[in-house]
């Protein structure tokens, strides 16, 4: 241990010897019993995509070597410049890094075969992060199964493996996927069409096949076993394989289970429909049976759907997808859900039970019983990972995501030790129109509940936006248990949003008062968060963004990049750079800083502790601002020091008692 780094450095964890679960709440803690409020990033945006070979064209599903053999080594940075990108985030703030990591980056091309090279680079470049002070988190990461329907993920023989002919054309002619290309000259226009691949084919296919497979289709087979416990059991094994790899690391937390997972058609209230307050709906939009009879080759009218208000998207036309009936199934494959009696045609009739996924099939052993995703399949898929994954890392923590826009629901009631809860954020207004606005916002998460009440979701000015975010962030974790240690693992914005690249001179007022507001309203719940994202490749200005889906949510730009300040390439710094404490010695009972007066206040009780550290809390100031004081409210005298160099300030109480601090603060000239 360097007890040195830990009394000099309030965002170096290089002396942390075990990560704990905190006495005083949902907080994470060190061996000092001192609470861990942490502040990281995740990396990167761009490690969803291969970087070679014949890059950038193995990005692009138009062209041939997108479907070829790739390889993920050198993202998210060569291996010469990692402790470079490691220093500049730390410098930032920035603590703690939530890696990017995809199943096809380890076991790209075929079920068991590994890539060495990538578990060695990726080994090389998390030890320098490690050796600098910073946590790791391993973010399995998904978006809509994979890159080959339309996200990341998941590797093409999955597909394959699933019985799915996985051609551009074939998914595209039957509606079961939506692929875009890279940006290279212009941003994606207001309303994300990645995300409405969750109501089509191929995503929830896979989904239902992975978590379910062996109960709603039994018959579905790879080599005389169920598909669904091959994809399971590859998946894991994975996960495992990477833990194994990077056992020694030290600053390694733990692993993310499964990045927004998704319960595919199980449980689904309706093959007739999709709910349209949780699912985007836009463009050709088919439902549930409408996606499975377009995948036999059966031509469908399919609504479509173009933006709206108030509502996000409605209905305007009918469309024929799918009229020179193309099957989307491999030729040696029947059809999966056919096979297994979910519809039939009968005397030119679709015959068909719309809760077929509500209960359990005529076949299993709980015949007609509810079906419950969480606990009856997400759970026992949490249960093994989390076996697998300490097996090689016994003190690693398993880091858990509900559904998007679900709560924990009682997932976490039996959940593994050391378990964190790791839910997602997004205002997903701004996200789906690439705008926002302080003077007025909307708690689309409560509409997104079936709330059609807009005045009481909506919210004036920058002090009710931060109200409005405080009770968002807060609702993701109403049932969540007190004992279990939480994080926000992805929250960000879009630095495209408001029409930026289109304005000629580039200013971020709006995105970094965009940023403070739900950085304010993390502070308000005392949360640990990690932003999404840092991506080294984003040179907006010229297009790409992060590279994926046309998204640009870095807070790092490198056509931004002029001198040769520590903050060169920052976007919208003020929002996200802030003071903090990282570490407080005590219960904490306020952390906030306050951009539009420029003060950071904290408020703790004050633990007893024999150790100095366990009775000393570190509070991180960035260098940008200028310290005007330090005020200190106590009974009793601390001893205070500042290092400038290390962007620290440390407060060492001598008694239990509650202690306030403000910090007044101004920015440098």
């Not at 039994?218 to 394989?241: M, S, T, W």
């Not at 580039?506 to 008062?513: E, L, M, S």
Request: a negative charge; glycine letters at 8%.
């Amino acid at each position: 241990m360097n007890e040195t780094d830990a009394e000099h450095n309030a965002a170096s964890f290089r002396y942390l010897e075990q990560l704990r679960n905190s006495v005083y709440g949902p907080f994470f803690a060190d061996q000092y019993d001192r609470t861990l409020l942490l502040r990281g990033i995740n990396v990167s945006g761009a490690s969803k995509l291969p970087s070679g070979p014949d890059f950038p064209r193995c990005i692009d599903p138009l062209d041939e070597a997108f479907w070829k053999p790739v390889s993920f080594v050198g993202r998210p940075f060569p291996v010469e410049e990692a402790r470079a990108h490691w220093q500049r985030l730390k410098s930032w703030g920035l603590s703690l890094i939530r890696f990017v990591v995809t199943w096809e980056a380890i076991e790209p091309d075929e079920p068991g075969v590994y890539d060495e090279e990538y578990l060695k680079y990726v080994a090389s470049i998390l030890k320098e992060a490690s050796d600098i002070g910073l946590l790791i988190v391993i973010d399995m990461h998904q978006d809509c199964w994979s890159r080959f329907t339309g996200g990341s993920g998941a590797p093409l023989w999955t597909l394959h493996m699933a019985g799915i002919d996985a051609t551009l054309h074939k998914l595209h002619a039957t509606g079961a996927a939506l692929l875009q290309g890279p940006k290279h000259e212009s941003y994606a226009e207001p309303g994300t069409l990645w995300a409405t691949n969750y109501t089509k084919f191929a995503i929830n296919h896979m989904f239902t096949l992975f978590f379910g497979g062996e109960v709603f289709a039994p018959n579905c087979q790879y080599k005389g076993e169920a598909v669904g416990l091959v994809l399971r059991r590859h998946f894991i094994d994975a996960a495992a394989r990477l833990a194994s790899t990077l056992a020694g690391i030290h600053g390694i937390l733990g692993f993310d289970v499964l990045n927004e997972p998704h319960a595919g058609f199980i449980g689904l209230a309706s093959l007739d429909n999709f709910n349209e307050d949780v699912h985007l709906h836009l463009g050709n939009a088919p439902s549930g049976i409408q996606s499975m009879l377009l995948a036999s080759g059966v031509p469908q009218e399919v609504p479509h759907f173009t933006k709206s208000w108030p509502v996000p998207t409605k209905k305007t036309s009918i469309k024929m997808l799918n009229a020179d009936g193309i099957r989307l199934w491999r030729d040696d494959m029947e059809d999966v859900w056919r096979q297994h009696s979910v519809w039939n045609i009968i005397d030119g009739q679709t015959r068909y039970d719309p809760r077929h996924f509500t209960r359990y099939p005529k076949t299993h052993a709980r015949a007609g019983e509810e079906v419950k995703f969480l606990q009856d399949f997400y759970r026992p898929f949490l249960m093994s990972f989390d076996q697998a994954i300490k097996a090689a890392m016994p003190h690693a923590y398993t880091f858990v995501e509900p559904i998007p826009n679900i709560r924990n629901m009682g997932l976490l009631d039996q959940a593994p030790s050391q378990t964190c809860f790791a839910p997602h954020w997004y205002d997903l207004q701004a996200l789906f129109e690439k705008k926002w606005s302080r003077y007025m916002t909307m708690n689309v998460q409560q509409l997104a509940q079936g709330s059609r009440n807009l005045w009481t979701h909506t919210y004036f000015g920058k002090r009710q936006a931060a109200d409005n975010y405080t009770k968002q962030y807060a609702w993701l974790f109403q049932d969540a248990p007190r004992a279990i240690p939480r994080l926000i693992g992805e929250t960000g914005i879009p630095f495209d949003m408001n029409k930026q690249y289109q304005r000629g001179k580039v200013v971020y007022q709006d995105q970094a008062d965009m940023l403070d507001v739900m950085c304010t309203a993390m502070e308000r719940n005392l949360l640990s968060y990690t932003l999404w994202n840092y991506t080294p490749e984003n040179k907006s200005h010229r297009g790409g963004g992060d590279l994926w889906n046309g998204e640009c949510f870095s807070v790092y730009c490198a056509a931004d990049h002029v001198g040769t300040s520590i903050y060169a390439g920052t976007r919208a710094r003020e929002g996200w750079i802030r003071p903090h404490a990282f570490k407080i010695a005590g219960q904490p009972l306020l952390s906030e800083y306050s951009a539009d007066d420029g003060i950071y206040r904290l408020r703790y009780k004050g633990a007893g502790s024999l150790h100095t550290l366990g009775r000393t809390t570190e509070v991180f100031v960035p260098k940008y601002l200028r310290i005007e004081a330090i005020h200190v409210s106590l009974r009793r005298r601390c001893t205070i020091t500042t290092s400038l160099d290390m962007q620290t300030i440390t407060i060492c109480h001598e008694e239990q008692e509650l202690i306030e601090v403000e910090i007044p603060l101004l920015l440098r000239s």
